[in-house]
């Protein structure tokens, strides 16, 4: 695609947004109109907001996810996407999982397979659970504690299963001692020492050493049951087998899922889902325009990955269905990260050069703009996790002068890195991510003016963990520039950080460290963060590891962002939860 057709493409961008953000400022102010309720009968501007729009116990109907991305996997041991963890709970248990409530509450841990949260050894080293009565598979066969271990287990088959996240591997085996699963010589495949299951209700860990998020990462999806005889391997994702009130009924990638009733979950053993709809489906679109378009035509309900409607679907939803819209403070940072193994980003100066010659404001307007798009990042740990210090911190002063480019600081910078007339790279970003892509165009513009050419490759965004996940493929495509954003896998730095900034966590496929950080006193801090269970010596750590992170020049923050999501007049009991950084809570939605 020619330089023209791109800068034609990110006026559209431009103009798109400065009209949302106009919109938006009106629909904050209005709040979707006198009473809180439009005529269609929608609760209202923000209604969802940290709190519960139009509340109700009725069962029935079909809840209608329509989506522009398809999972990286259903898979409860391999997904990661944010999106998938949420809606995987409609057919996986867990043994503690995050209440269901609004806002930050809905962090807060509560038992889900298990009677209680854990008792917990002086030492911290011991956890011990007891499993509900009536707990069951689809099949109706009781749900064991050999189970949960065997899905606890299949973390260290990355071999096979790559792609979801490794804590509890990291913490209960870091010398990687258990082959995993399918290379287990143990006759019941269950020869993981740190796991133990004295009988089918009693599920007891032994941690080598303390971690103080223990529980948080046994609330992952990853950590749900998965029984021996239904486990497909690679192909699981394609059809597991339920745990929760809802099963597969089918499953066409790119395309469409459906789920239907377990009619062998029990109520009763189930405290955290209400399982209001009858059926739940899954329509994917290969456009994100095309998709926001039938939301607003009333066709679908929500839209699963939750990061916010089109700029032109934002439009034509604030004018004539604002009361739909909510518009919540996620735990997101959306960014460019340069892999150093792409030359010449192995060089910090020519890091920095990039982040100094960009035009933060234009990266913020091409985002959505203060509102949709969300508040300019100036360092790498979001508002939400302790630690933090928000926009008060911003060493390279990207928020300074409204954003502005410091043309100066970047030209001195390529002097330094032995580029003074500047240098070629390419952009990957998803192609089916409007928004990225015209972040793209943006950030190309403003560096072409510090002269760093830049090319835009996008590519398939459901294929992500074989694209930007693997080095090799990164390196050979000569992406110095990714595309992407985070939200933490739980609320603390090791929740949010670890994937992206450990060394251990760098992959062959599946990678999340694209930077390829390898810098042993971020290793450190890390070391020193799981062990410490003070909270606000562990507040001090996190300040310290994004400090190292955000000056060692390995990412450009663009925003703490901003979601406007659509809430069909048509749902019940919708609400945001921070559990899911700002997404609505989908176990608890119903229909009228």
């Known amino acids: 695609m020619t330089t023209q057709s791109i800068s034609g493409r990110r006026r559209q961008a431009l103009a798109a947004a400065a009209a949302v953000a106009a919109l938006l400022t009106t629909a904050a102010c209005n709040g979707g109109g006198g009473d809180g309720k439009d005529k269609k009968g929608a609760a209202g501007f923000d209604a969802a907001n940290n709190k519960v729009a139009s ?25 990661y996407y944010g999106f998938a963890w949420n809606f995987m709970r409609y057919y996986s248990r867990q043994l503690v ?58 973390q ?12 509890l591997r990291d913490v209960l085996d870091p010398k990687r001692e258990y082959p995993g699963p399918y290379k287990d010589t143990a006759k019941d495949k269950l020869g993981l020492k740190a796991i133990e299951t004295p009988d089918p209700k009693t599920i ?112 034509k939803a604030l004018k004539a269905h604002k009361g739909n819209l909510d518009n919540p403070v996620s735990g997101y940072i959306r960014y460019a990260v340069f892999p150093q193994t792409v030359k010449p980003f192995d060089n910090v100066e020519c890091r920095k050069a990039v982040i100094y010659g960009s035009d933060h404001k234009s990266l913020q307007t091409a985002r959505g703009g203060p509102v949709a798009g969300g508040d300019i990042g100036t360092n790498m740990l ?9 926009q008060k911190y911003d060493p390279w002063g990207l928020a300074k002068n409204d954003g502005a480019p410091d043309v100066a600081k970047a030209k001195a910078a390529l002097k330094a890195c032995g580029k003074p007339n500047g240098f070629k790279t390419t952009i990957a ?103 410490e269970l003070d909270e606000a010596k562990k507040e001090q750590i996190a300040k310290n590891i994004n400090h190292k992170v955000t000056e060692g020049a390995y990412y450009l923050p663009f925003v703490f962002e901003k979601f406007v999501n659509w809430r069909s007049s048509e749902l019940t009991n919708v609400y945001t939860t921070d559990a899911y950084s700002g997404q609505y809570d989908f176990i608890s939605l119903g229909l009228k």
Request: glycine content about 10%; hydrophobic content about 30%; aromatic content about 8%.
């Open 55 to 79: 509340p109700s116990t009725k069962k029935g109907g079909t809840l209608k996810f329509a989506g522009a991305q398809d999972a990286d996997s259903w898979d409860t041991t391999r997904g």
């Open 97 to 154: 999982t995050g209440k269901t409530e609004p806002g930050r509450a809905g962090t807060e841990l509560v038992p889900d397979l298990a009677t209680a949260r854990a008792e917990i050894s002086p030492d911290k080293k011991t956890y011990k659970y007891t499993l509900r009565d009536g707990v069951t598979w689809e099949d109706g066969k009781p749900i064991t504690s050999q189970d949960i271990k065997y899905g606890i287990e299949r």
């Open 156 to 167: 260290w088959a990355q071999d096979v299963l790559a792609g979801g996240p490794v804590y």
């Open 204 to 315: 007891v860990f032994k941690l080598p050493s303390p971690n103080s998020d223990f529980e948080e990462m046994l609330a992952l999806t990853s950590a749900s049951p998965v029984r021996q005889d239904k486990d497909t391997k690679s192909k699981y994702g394609l059809r597991p087998f339920s745990s929760g009130p809802y099963k597969f009924e089918s499953y066409t990638p790119n395309k469409s899922l459906v789920l239907v009733r377990n009619e062998n979950w029990k109520q009763a053993s189930d405290p955290v889902r209400k399982a209001l709809p009858d059926k739940i489906t899954l329509t994917l679109f290969s456009n994100a325009d095309e998709m926001d378009n039938r939301l607003l035509n009333g066709d679908y309900h929500l839209d699963i990955n939750q990061t916010g409607m089109s700029p032109q679907g934002r439009i």
């Open 382 to 390: 979001p508002p939400s996790v302790p630690g933090s210090e928000g």
């Open 429 to 531: 970003v998803r192609n089916n991510k409007p928004v990225e892509v015209a972040t793209a165009a943006s950030l190309q513009a403003s560096l072409k003016k510090v002269g760093i050419e830049v090319e835009i490759d996008k590519y398939d965004g459901s294929q992500t963990s074989g694209i930007i996940g693997n080095p090799s493929v990164v390196k050979s495509k000569n992406y110095g520039i990714i595309i992407m954003g985070w939200g933490p896998d739980f609320p603390s730095v090791q929740g949010y950080g670890q994937p992206l900034w450990d060394s251990k966590y760098i992959l062959d496929s599946g990678n999340n460290n694209y930077a390829m950080i390898k810098d042993p006193a971020v290793d450190k801090l890390f070391d020193d963060y799981v062990l």
